[in-house]
């Protein structure tokens, strides 16, 4: 027998409808947040051609050190350390040996940038935003761990102001904290490149000696401008990250 579904609460009296409580039958007005966010992304598309790569990655070893400093972490800094401070050192990492990737297209050329600034991709308030860590090249892991969980805590907060927005060279997001295990993401204007880091997923994997051990594995997918870079520095970018977190942990100094 079909299940009804649960009944859903009354509006409010003169309460609106709103892209953060969705009601089945209602016409959501636009806000400016999300007509200046639907505007970037048809202009991303139209404008830069997307390609789409992924990698697998065993994180097994990164994984384990994250679960053994975590509770000290937080204890010490009232931060949840996540395995996405460790994903992005390790693509800063990998931006230095591929610039390429943390460029722009322009008419006069590609711009390649000389500092390194992280935007994080962010759902906050029925929102998409991308606040950015600065010079996240230049960050530890602690360093980069307490950057974002200040810029995550502000976003939460709406206390972002336009300082924290601007300036982003590439993106990092963290769909898989969603469960996600493949996704094909629209770069942010501007940027060459965006990378997801996917859910980890424990399963038996085949190793180099045949053997076959229950490992965790993430997947780590990649959109890129390809006016900008092509096949070749993609792939070794992607290769590269995956080199750099499968040799992280599981001891180490964050």
């Avoid at 089945?24 to 390609?51: F, N």
């Avoid at 943390?102 to 600034?117: K, M, P, S, W």
């Avoid at 892991?141 to 060279?169: F, V």
Wanted: charged share 25%.
């Amino acid at each position: 027998a079909a299940v009804a579904p649960p009944p859903v609460a009354p509006r409010a009296t003169g309460a609106k409808p709103s892209y953060a409580d969705a009601r089945p039958g209602e016409l959501i007005p636009l806000t400016q947040a999300r007509r200046i966010i639907a505007q970037r992304m048809v202009d991303s598309k139209r404008t830069a051609p997307h390609a789409w790569t992924t990698t697998e990655v065993d994180v097994s070893n990164v994984w384990k050190w994250r679960v053994r400093e975590k509770d000290a972490f937080e204890k010490a800094y009232g931060v949840k350390l996540t395995l996405l401070p460790f994903f992005i050192r390790a693509v800063v990492e990998s931006l230095a040996r591929f610039p390429l990737m943390n460029a722009t297209f322009t008419d006069e050329g590609i711009r390649v940038h000389l500092d390194v600034n992280v935007g994080i991709a962010i759902a906050a308030d029925g929102n998409l935003i991308v606040p950015v860590i600065r010079n996240a090249d230049k960050l530890s892991i602690k360093g980069i761990a307490l950057a974002a969980g200040e810029l995550i805590d502000k976003a939460r907060r709406g206390r972002l102001g336009a300082d924290d927005l601007s300036g982003g060279t590439f993106t990092v997001n963290n769909t898989g904290a969603n469960g996600s295990i493949l996704s094909a993401p629209i770069l942010v204007p501007g940027q060459a490149g965006i990378v997801t880091s996917e859910a980890v997923v424990k399963r038996p994997v085949v190793r180099d000696d045949d053997s076959i051990a229950i490992r965790s594995m993430m997947n780590v997918c990649m959109s890129l401008d390809h006016r900008v870079v092509d096949g070749a520095v993609a792939s070794g970018f992607l290769s590269d990250l995956k080199k750099r977190l499968e040799a992280m942990g599981p001891v180490g100094s964050l």
